[in-house]
């Protein structure tokens, strides 16, 4: 069937259209109302921006799967993007997640503890800690006002250092009742709340008493949790009504970049700002930011009461939140209020960051993408999305291994790194082994249906005659180049000359790049391997155990060890027994 043929059969329901190219890879994952409507509109001719349509072009076929409503599109888009990671959706990384305080109050003595998962297990969470509120200053504060308790979640058995020092109550050996305890937890949840007040009093008198004692430095640790107590004071949002957990969105678009800004709401009180670089190939930016919000809360417990935008959403995106939360969550677009300012100062922030952010993004598209595109065309390539390249390491004939190090879209991709240990090649045979080590992968590839668009050898043009030997008896014909380090010349088998391409051409770069990543992990395996072998001969040597090992690796190179003397041994500490016995060793592998 053809495209024009499939674009005609589109039913007139909410679902979601999964695009491929030639290669059949899945580039891109979209959502819609109604289909029929929204994927004729990639394949028309009006103007598109300058993503959407390098996406089209690249469009071989497309799929579609009909949902029951758009809150299932939005929920099938997720976990689709998800399994597929296409190059022209948005792909969140897993930045680090903003710290959280959590009390597990089902305990007798609940401890403090802070930790960045958030599971649905029926303890309290208080957070997220970000934007200079640093979350083990306020575990600090709560130990000094009020003694709960900080160590790991079994209790010791005896009392430590803590309660010595007046930051813990005692809960182990019984200084302190259940009741007294709880009594002190109700004060650390008001406190976290916000309806604590007692903690500012508390510090401020301990900080006073220290300094009259002349403890400065004590002192100004108490001074410093005041100020931290002065910046929580100010994270206070007023006029919110009875709904104090609040996210608003915001989205900004430059015309190619985009960034997206969120600002957090708990317990009636701003916890900080997060802003994300964007790069989709949506028609539509209020589109863009529900698909960024629906991958953001994806798998999050942390989803707020209610959820602010710039834009009225259809209803099954509220539908499609309160699913992933498990009771109602509200999304409104606020007119006037706290809520509208919200929403304004995320405007602000996403207009800022897109601003500041937007050079380090094109850099950074300059320096994968596009200069996956440029080898591309140097080349002569149909496409160019992952390439590979191998590197062999070893010490006259030693521990013979080789690396493949993969990148896609330029930027390196290390779940696909691949180490191999030389299995045919004897001596230093640098041909063979790279022969070996291609052959490998391409029947590995071959079996998996997952071979590179390019293979990077690095080498001349005796490593590319080579691989390229191994590649044909496999019989596939994958485009393959070396780039030789002297001269960073590019060796193309169909031509008799190199291309030389000037040091500041981003393709370059880009082969320089994978072909050091290359260099480095076969030397890191290579020398891993080593080690371990140097180990298990030590091992063998009477009087030779791990301290006594250490410090002789810590002197001599293994080459440096077989030659050593006598005296040369003991002269770094080694008694002249272990020393006559190390010797004897390694003459007798000699032997």
């Not at 779940?415 to 041909?431: A, H, L, N």
């Not at 063998?540 to 190179?557: P, W, Y």
């Amino acid at each position: 069937m053809t495209l024009k043929e499939k674009l005609n059969g589109l039913p007139d329901k909410p679902g979601v259209y999964i695009m491929y190219d030639k290669k059949g890879t899945v580039i891109y994952v979209g959502k819609a109302v109604i289909l029929s409507r929204r994927v004729r509109q990639y394949f028309n001719n009006s103007p598109k921006q300058a993503k959407v349509a390098a996406m089209v072009a690249s469009v071989e076929t497309f799929e579609y799967i009909i949902t029951l409503s758009e809150k299932d599109a939005l929920s099938l888009e997720a976990n689709l993007i998800r399994k597929y990671k296409p190059y022209y959706n948005i792909l969140l990384k897993d930045d680090k997640a903003s710290p959280y305080i959590r009390i597990d109050h089902r305990q007798d003595f609940p401890t403090i503890e802070v930790t960045r998962r958030l599971k649905k297990d029926g303890a309290k969470y208080f957070g997220p800690y970000m934007n200079g509120i640093r979350v083990w200053d306020i575990v600090a504060i709560i130990r000094s006002c009020y003694a709960v308790r900080t160590c790991k979640k079994t209790m010791p058995k005896k009392i430590c250092l803590n309660y010595h020092l007046g930051l813990c109550s005692g809960p182990c050996e019984s200084r302190v009742t259940k009741e007294q305890y709880s009594a002190q937890l109700e004060k650390v949840y008001a406190f976290l709340g916000g309806k604590e007040d007692s903690a500012y009093k508390i510090i401020e008198k301990k900080m006073m008493d220290a300094a009259a004692m002349e403890q400065f430095e004590a002192a100004i640790g108490y001074r410093n949790q005041l100020e931290m107590l002065n910046l929580l004071k100010k994270r206070n949002i007023a006029d919110l009504g009875k709904v104090v957990d609040v996210d608003a969105f915001s989205y900004s678009f430059s015309g190619f970049y985009g960034a997206a800004s969120v600002n957090i709401i708990r317990g009636g009180k701003m916890m900080g700002v997060r802003n994300y670089t964007i790069s989709d190939a949506s028609l539509d930016e209020q589109e863009t930011l529900l698909s960024f919000i629906g991958q953001y809360y994806s798998g999050s417990v942390d989803i707020p009461d209610e959820v602010c935008l710039p834009f009225v959403a259809h209803d099954g995106f509220a539908q499609y939140l309160s699913m992933l939360k498990g009771s109602s969550v509200e999304v409104v677009c606020p007119q006037k209020g706290a809520k509208k300012r919200l929403v304004d100062m995320a405007e602000k922030n996403s207009a800022d960051f897109l601003e500041k952010s937007v050079e380090t993004e094109k850099h950074r598209h300059d320096t994968t993408v596009g200069a996956s595109e440029r080898l591309r065309e140097i080349l002569g390539l149909e496409a160019l999305h992952r390439m590979e390249c191998y590197d062999i390491s070893h010490v006259s004939g030693t521990d013979k291994v080789a690396s493949g190090v993969v990148f896609v879209d330029g930027a390196p991709s290390r779940s696909d790194y691949r180490r191999y240990k030389i299995k045919t090649v004897e001596g230093s045979d640098d041909f063979a082994c790279m022969s070996e080590v291609v052959s490998r992968r391409i029947a590995r590839g071959k079996d998996e249906n997952n071979l590179p668009d390019l293979i990077v050898i690095d080498g001349g043009k005796g490593q590319l005659s080579s691989a390229m030997e191994a590649m044909n008896s496999r019989g596939v014909n994958i485009p393959m180049v070396s780039l030789a380090e002297r001269d960073e010349e590019i060796f193309v088998p169909s031509q008799k000359a190199p291309i030389v391409l000037t040091k500041d051409d981003y393709a370059l770069r880009l082969l320089q790049r994978i072909r050091d990543e290359a260099h480095r992990f076969a030397i890191t395996y290579h020398r891993n391997l080593r080690a371990k072998r140097m180990v298990k001969s030590y091992e063998s040597i009477a009087g030779v155990g791990e301290v006594r090992r250490k410090l002789l690796q810590k002197h001599f190179t293994p080459e440096e060890l077989k030659n050593a003397t006598v005296e040369d041994i003991v002269a770094v500490g080694i008694d002249k027994r272990t020393a006559q016995n190390i010797v004897e060793h390694f003459k007798n592998k000699a032997d």
